[in-house]
């Protein structure tokens, strides 16, 4: 059973840093691309970056990068959403999702149960 | 960036109604789109893509249909368990941006 288990709820302040991780199983992990999407209280979901895990080849969206960093360690199946310093605008659901190409296009069809980040002084 | 615009934002219906959710890109994106169902407090649920593809497991009264810059999601006979909000994503390139999102509720 492919599965995407993500890592536990975290309450942060302001200025801390913080790694959040989501681990693959049931499948072969460096054959499809990691995700992550953003979910701040009460809105839509904001595609942040994409990682192939087989070498950690990374793409971010504008509007995220140099706010985060994506990461993958290929040997624990286990990919990464880290800040240097938190801001109180951090505080979302963060979710994980396996992509699966197809005709030339990518879906996601897994996805991992969540994690919430608070950001708080 | 393409934007992705859904409409309506919200729309209430009876069990067994037929819905209809529309979600147009701001350039020509073929077939790239992606629709999910999410409810509170859990992650977004494939239910279509490539626009008409059924990902399997999904129900066959949702359908998919358009290309290029319009697209449609249409639910049939509205079950209890499809009341929750619609999402629309385009594949056609980086970052892969989503609509805002429609809810579906209870009349």
């Known amino acids: 059973e492919v599965q995407l288990v993500q890592s536990g709820a975290e309450v942060k302040q302001p200025g801390e840093s913080l790694r959040i991780s989501c681990k693959g199983s049931g499948y072969s992990f460096t054959s499809y691309w990691i995700n992550w999407v953003r979910q701040m209280p009460g809105k839509g979901l904001e595609w942040m970056g994409t990682?192939?895990?087989?070498?950690?080849?990374?793409i971010y969206s504008p509007s995220f990068q140099g706010h985060v960093a994506i990461s993958a360690d290929k040997s624990i199946s286990t990919a990464y959403l880290q800040w240097s310093s938190l801001k109180a605008s951090d505080t979302a659901m963060y979710f994980c999702?396996?992509?699966?190409?197809?005709?030339?296009?990518?879906?996601?069809?897994?996805w991992g149960q969540g994690t919430l980040v608070t950001v708080s002084s | 960036d393409i934007q992705m615009t859904q409409s309506p934002s919200s729309l209430s219906a009876y069990v067994g109604d037929r819905v209809t959710i529309t979600c147009r890109a701001s350039?020509?994106?073929?077939?790239?789109l992606n629709w999910y169902q999410q409810k509170p407090g859990k992650a977004p649920k494939l239910l279509i893509y490539a626009a008409s593809s059924l990902q399997s497991g999904v129900p066959s009264r949702f359908s998919g249909g358009g290309s290029g810059t319009d697209f449609t999601l249409t639910i049939g006979d509205l079950q209890p368990e499809d009341f929750a909000t619609y999402y629309c994503q385009q594949s056609y390139n980086t970052p892969r941006t989503f609509g805002q999102g429609t809810k579906v509720e209870i009349k």
């Open positions: 990682i192939d895990p087989s070498d950690s080849y990374t």
């Open positions: 350039q020509n994106i073929i077939n790239y």
């Open positions: 999702a396996r992509r699966r190409p197809v005709d030339g296009s990518v879906y996601y069809d897994y």
